[in-house]
Structure formats: structure tokens, C-alpha cells
DNA sequence: CGGGCGGGTTTGTGATCACATTTGGCATGG
DNA sequence: CCATGCCAAATGTGATCACAAACCCGCCCG
């Protein structure tokens, strides 16, 4: 456990426990790890090369964000969600996309719904494979695309750690119901888009997220 | 620095991170804190008895909720918010807030409007004897007595990283403009309370707290 | 056959240390 | 008088260790 005292500094890489969150948080938000999942310290540092101290960082400051559950002893899990607590994390996207969705109207050009129109694509791509952790982060990237041009960057953060606490929760839905039909409502919102109907765009975003969560509910 | 080997463990104490997390959000999200006030880790850990690492990991959670700025080279400092993110976060104080009165206008009995009364009270006592602080604590107190009945933890705990990042910036308007007059609409939002006045309450709601802010804005 | 109890193992916590980088201020030179 | 370079102090980062609590699993008793 000492082959690594010297570090080939090239450019001053980032620290390793922000390493550690990015993987983590890619992990986490894109649905690779199941609900109740645990995660230990010496675990997390063995996988990514480095000592308890970075993971802890990392782990505490995904905690922060409501990524993980952090249990009574101190332990760390991915968050297994109540219905109650599913459904009202929808209702937070059904109150923030719809209004970051609308900021961007007014800013988003032709190349912006082209880059959409891809990420759709790609989208239904990962559908049509049935795989679950491509079609989240190519469903997130499509929103996400269009809520970078609301230049709202801390309502865009709230939105994204309401991701990160439905991606566990997410994955394990998309498996249980194996859908293999087209994505709903990412149409009505480019229609919406190009047609400049603020409107028609609130409610095609609002549909379209609690569509998507209200599957199961059970 | 060897003399606190024994911790004569009472009762489970909680761990000495939370402590020094709980320390310094409550002074963060109170005002207590200037904008741009740097906070050090050996700072921290001498004035809260402990070492770095517990101090380390307040520090990264705090800046993960957006309650501190984390610079460049990993200093860590209370936020200094430019006019266009404090217009921002008020908009989302904005978007949020009445959303939470208005679930919790259905649960809010007597009771509650009488408990709101009296922190309104130790609101206006905290004007007049020009206590930021104790104007900050109150005024939030007031928002979060009324939230809590909504019953919307995830939405709630949306609001207070709001709050959080608020913190230090409310403190400095509030001893820039040092207003001494009452507090502007809590009594509308108790009128709307106690008429059960749903559409009255989210606009006392969204006019307090836009109001509360736009008065700098320069 | 089921449930409580034990003990080895795993795990988080906090302290300490070495190290590289950054910072801040002061002297020097223009 | 201001800019610049330099050095000592301050600071964040990551590794390692000791320790107590929690956990897990199998054994034993009822």
C-alpha cells in the first residue's frame, strides 16, 4: 500500500475526493446502483484507488445532497424511497421543469431543439435495447439540455439534486415495468419548443415528468 | 493538545462533525456571518475543541448545500452573491414558498396561526431593537412554522438550502438599510391563514418574500 | 426446530502527520 | 509611489492508525 507516494503531477489533476463524488454521483443520478445499496469507505477507496479520507469526502458531501442515506450508525446506502416520497419529488420537478422549461423558451434557438432532437433519438435508441441506466441519462440529458438555457443556475441545481434522489429509485421502476414503447411526451415539448408556446411547453414538461414516475405508485 | 483522550461518553453523544455542522449552519443561515467571511479548518476545529477531520467534514457538507463557497484552491468562504443569483434564489423563495403555504394551508389549525402570532411578535421586538440576527431567526421561524405543516420534508429541505445560501447576504442588507418600521406582509399571510384564503395566502407568501429582498438590488 | 447469545469481523470516527500549494506581506528596484 | 519578486507562515489534501460501535453468522439452549 505504498506504490503510489509519488504522484506524476502533469497538470495539477483535481483532487481525488472530487474524483471520487463525480464517479459516485454519475452512479447514483444515471441509475447504475439499486435502492439499498451499501457503500463502505474502505470499499469506495479501494475502487477508486485512494484512502478512507477522499471517500469519506465524497460520500459526505453526496449525503448533503440527498444522493445517500446516511443510516443511525453511520452507515451509507442508496435511498429507498417511500411512495409518499416518490410522489412528492415528482411534484417538486412538476413545479421546477415546467418553470426552467419556460425561461429557456425565450432563449432557445434552432441548433439548441436540433441537439434535443438527438438526445431523443438516442433516447429511444436506448429503449428499443432495454437499457435502463442509457435511456435515464440520455432522458436526463434531454431536459437538461433545454434547462442550461434558462440561465437559472441555482434553480437548475435544486432540480439536479432531485435527480440524484430519484436515481436509485428510477432504475429499479424502469426494470419492474420494462417498458419498450416510444418516450412520451419528448415530442409535444420540441412541437411546443419550436412553436414558441410557453404553454403548451409548461404542461408537455409537466406530463411528461409525472407521467413518468406515476407508473408505479403501488 | 493531548488532553481530551478520555471523552467521558454520557449517553451516545452525536458525533462531533454533526456538531460542528449544526454550529456553524445555525450561524450561517442566522446571519451571523459576514458575505465572504473565510472559515479555515484549523479555525474551525480549535473553536469547536476538535480536530480537522470533523471540521473538514462540516465544512465539505455546508459547501455541498450551497451554504458556503468553495474557492479555487479549496478555501472555503460564506458565499458572496452577485445581484443576479440573489434575485434568483428570492424567485425560487418565490416559486416555493407559497406552493408549501398553500399544502399547508389545509392541515393549519388554531393553534399553529396562534404559535405564528407570537414568533411574528419576537419579530417585530427584534426590529425594533435592531437585531439582525434575531430578525433573520425569527423571520425564518415564522416561514418554517407555517412549512413544517405541510407536510413536504423533501420540499422543505429544498427551501432551507435556499435559506442557507440566503444567509449571509440577508444579513448584510439587513444592517445596510436598517429599516425600523414592522414587518411588511406577515400580517396578510395570518389574515389569509385564519380565512383560509388559499389564493390570498400564496400571494402574501410571494410578496414577502420578493419584497423582503428587492429593497437593495443596486 | 426456533430464537437468543456470543465473538470475530467489518465499519465509521477522529486524531495526527507529511507534504505541496497558496497566501500575504515586506523588501527591493524602477 | 507603485510594481515585482521572494520567503515564511498558513492552509487544504490525503494517508495511516487506534478505537469503539455495529454487524453478521453460527452455536447452543429451550
Redesign the pocket.
Known amino acids: ?2 506504490e ?1 507516494l509519488v504522484r506524476t ?1 502533469t497538470a ?1 489533476e483535481p ?4 474524483r471520487v463524488y463525480r464517479g459516485l454521483r454519475q452512479q447514483v443520478m444515471h441509475g447504475e446502483l439499486v435502492p439499498g445499496q ?6 469506495i ?1 479501494k475502487q477508486y484507488g ?5 471517500a ?2 465524497a460520500l459526505r458531501r453526496l449525503t448533503a445532497e440527498g444522493a445517500l442515506t446516511l ?1 443511525a ?4 446506502t442508496t435511498p429507498e424511497l417511500s411512495n409518499d416520497r416518490i410522489e412528492e419529488l415528482a411534484q417538486i420537478r412538476a413545479l421546477l421543469e415546467p418553470e426552467l422549461g419556460s425561461r429557456a423558451l425565450r432563449r432557445a434557438h434552432l441548433a439548441l431543439i436540433d441537439r434535443m432532437e438527438v438526445i431523443n433519438e438516442a433516447n429511444a435508441r436506448a429503449i428499443h435495447l432495454q437499457d435502463p441506466v442509457e435511456y435515464i441519462r440520455t432522458n436526463l440529458e434531454f431536459h437538461r439540455t433545454l434547462y442550461l438555457r434558462a440561465q437559472s443556475p441555482a434553480m437548475l441545481g435544486l432540480l439536479e439534486t432531485v435527480w440524484l434522489q430519484l436515481g436509485p429509485t428510477m432504475r429499479a421502476l424502469y426494470t419492474k415495468l420494462r417498458r419498450t414503447t416510444a418516450p412520451p411526451h419528448h415530442r409535444l415539448i420540441l412541437e411546443a419548443l419550436r412553436a414558441g408556446d410557453d404553454a403548451a411547453l409548461r404542461l408537455a414538461l409537466r406530463t411528461d415528468v409525472t407521467q413518468g414516475l406515476r407508473h408505479l405508485q403501488g
Chains 1, 2 share one sequence.
Do not use: F, I
Not at 483532487?15 to 472530487?18: S, Y
Not at 450508525?73 to 451509507?76: A, D, E, H, I, T
Open positions: 500500500m505504498v503510489t503531477v495539477s483532487p481525488a475526493h472530487d451499501a457503500l463502505t469507505l474502505r470499499g477507496g485512494v484512502s478512507m479520507t477522499p469519506r469526502e443510516s450508525s453511520g452507515r451509507v
